[in-house]
């Protein structure tokens, strides 16, 4: 059943994750990249990272998407609905390319790893003793905050540059 799960939540990822880069209202977008992001939760819980999930439930579909919301009314981008994919042999040539990347992803992970990660850790009793020594908290912000900090600091500054590019964008046509 939990396969099963994974594979329909992989589907509704991938799907609304497709829908989020082609809708042309910014506001349908945002809803289908919740739901991207509500999905990755539940895979998060079936591998049975609880911390993750509700992270990314309470830090990525909420706050940020709420942030990205309330940039996109700032912006007021009005209902000029022009065309944003432009047809014929780039559409074709992106969609080729796409595909052959997730097929080549989906073979390197197949022939990597056999059994799910977190079977892998559980079974070895690693993070066991992580969460009796340190907590789960402590477990997971250990690693985030030491080992994956610069990434961690990344991520925050790409998001920010991302709102700021975004109004620098929207003033020059106001």
Known sequence: MAQILFYAM???AL??????????????????????????????V????????????????GAI???FLFVIMLLNLG????????GGLA???SLGVSGALAGLLVSHFRASAPEPF??????????????AEKGAVGAMARPLYVDY????????????VAVVGALALAKRRV
């Open 15 to 44: 799907g609304s994750a497709v829908a989020m880069v082609t809708r042309k209202s910014p506001v349908a977008s945002l809803l289908y990249m919740v739901t991207t992001l509500a999905s990755l939760a539940v895979i998060f």
């Open 149 to 160: 900090v610069v990434a961690f600091e990344v991520t925050g500054i790409l998001l920010l």
């Open 65 to 67: 998407m709420v942030l």
């Open 46 to 61: 079936l591998f049975e990272a609880h911390f993750l999930a509700a992270i990314q439930v309470i830090v990525y579909a």
């Open 91 to 93: 559409a074709v040539l």
């Open 79 to 86: 209902h000029d609905y022009r065309k944003d994919l432009k």
């Open 118 to 131: 977190a079977g892998r850790i559980r079974d070895s009793g690693i993070l066991e003793s992580l969460i």
């Open 10 to 12: 992989a589907v509704v």
